[in-house]
């Protein structure tokens, strides 16, 4: 028997942040993260034990009508959890796999697609990713240029219990060259 993975959820949607942003997906919701941001929307507390056979079983029932070519590794931190055999197994279903991670582990090399989300007081081990996405806290974000490089760099605002400095950040992207704004769309159009 393979390696077993706590799964939170799986769930069918449009990828609500970053470049990708829009686009039918098929996200793996790991339960389980090395660092505890206030503002994450995971229940570390609830999962089902799930092998990559019945992950990607699940990830083929949702996408019933094979609309969505990208499977989303997300958490919590997904890559305590995931590793080449699983996606391995997606890719020989014929998915795409991008991993949303904090950076503080490198990521199989099989992955099609890494957003890092780096977290002020974590050590980044990732060292290049497709994009990176900063959560605008209103500290610079330039000191992550030093530790990671990447294609894309997106500075997303901080949505605390509605308290949300869109407004900041914006200005912020205007001033500093290099950035380019993601919102959660997900949130704004009311879907999951």
């Known amino acids: 028997m ?22 039918p997906s098929v996200f793996v919701r790991f339960s389980g993260c ?11 507390d609830s999962f089902t034990l799930m092998s990559a056979d019945d992950i990607a079983a699940e990830v083929s029932r949702l996408n019933h009508d094979k609309i969505a070519s990208w499977v989303i590794l997300t958490g919590g931190e997904p890559l305590l959890q995931a590793d080449d055999s699983l996606v391995d197994t997606l890719h ?12 503080t582990i490198v990521p199989p090399p099989s992955i099609d697609w890494v957003t ?14 497709d994009e990176v996405k900063v959560v605008y806290t209103g500290l610079s974000p330039e000191h992550w240029r030093d530790f990671i490089t990447a294609d894309h760099w997106l500075l997303q605002p901080l949505d605390d219990n509605g308290k949300e400095n869109a407004g900041e950040t914006a200005e912020y992207i205007l001033s500093h060259k290099g950035w380019r704004l993601s919102l959660q769309v997900h ?6």
């Not at 939170?8 to 990708?20: D, K, V």
């Not at 090395?34 to 570390?44: A, G, K, S, V």
């Not at 020989?92 to 950076?103: L, R, S």
Request: hydrophobic share 30%; charged share 25%.
């Open 34 to 44: 090395n660092l505890r941001c206030p503002w994450c929307d995971t229940d570390f």
């Open 2 to 23: 393979g390696k077993i993975y706590r799964v939170n959820e799986i769930f069918y949607s449009l990828q609500g942040e970053g470049m990708r942003s829009g686009e």
């Open 116 to 129: 890092c989300s780096p977290k002020e007081g974590s050590i980044t081990r990732l060292r290049h990713a």
């Open 92 to 103: 020989q279903n014929g998915y795409k796999v991008a991993v949303e991670t904090n950076g």
């Open 187 to 192: 949130k704004i159009i009311g879907i999951k």
